[in-house]
């Protein structure tokens, strides 16, 4: 059976003013299987919206090729934008004066679907993204969150296999964006297959089979997410926090921390908010240090595994702000 999505040797350049050449895409193999939610992760400027756009047909690859469902996305374009539907987010596909009931038409007539088909299709989309009391307000009147929605069901309208998303919950709040996952969860068990670009490391690990981690252009690795803590090695983890009965609490955590990386099987300690948490190099090291710890009476302790975000930082963490 054909990959939902198959990208082989896929480049992407532009030639700036400058006469120099930008590589948005490196030589970029990706295969996602049918029924998945795959996350692709990276920072700014990695090539995470090059790589939807071409996949989607709104851009042609410099080289390589890009099949989706089996259709090459060159060569067979408008098979495969029946078969895909995309949802950027933001301001972009809406028009604000128009309600969403009226935007759905008029997308609807753009994919060419018959106007008793698009009618009963918005009237459902709208009720599923919790929209339907708002059906006949102004766009321009819709917070960010319910752009968001209408997003959705504006990509969901010619019932696409395929979709591809790009930050779908930013500007939701929680509820919505919790109520938003389990819509993609519901709509994958339909048949649906995801490719969710996302900064947001809980909703990758919270939604996608795999994950896929680029940066400038390259595909850095793929792996399950339940898994992606092994990229790390043999790397284990203990997160403690201080005793809040203890005198300055804060202070003797952090006398703590600094001892603790004195230990040989500690590889590094660092705060996360309220917690802090020590790295240690393999299991029987963590088991050390929870001994340690208790010895010391610090009983708020736990074993753990890295989790995504921090695979995540270790392997292009050194970016920092810059693109």
Sequence with gaps: MEAAVAASALRRTYERRRKDTVVALDDLTLTIDRNEIHGLLGPNGAGKTTLVKILSTVLLPTSGTARVLGHDVVAETGAVRSLVGLVLGGDRGLYDRLTAR?????????YKLDARTVRLRADALLERVGLADRADDPVER??????????????????????FLDEPTSGLDPVAATAFRRLVLDLRDEGRTFLLATHDMDEATALCDRVSLIDRGRLLLTDDTANMGRILGDREC???THDDTAPEPTARAGSLAEALALLPEVTDVERLGDRWRVH???????????????ERDVLTARH????????????????????
């Design 102 to 110: 009226r935007n759905l038409l008029f997308w609807g007539a753009l």
């Design 238 to 240: 203990v997160d403690f």
């Design 304 to 323: 753990a595994r890295p989790t995504l975000e921090e695979v995540y930082l270790r392997t292009v963490g050194d970016r920092g702000l810059r693109v």
């Design 142 to 163: 819709f917070s960010r969150g319910m752009r968001q929605r209408l997003h959705l069901a504006r990509g969901l309208l010619h019932e696409p296999r395929v979709l």
């Design 280 to 294: 240690t190099t393999d299991r029987a090291g963590s088991r050390r240090v929870l001994a340690w710890l208790i």
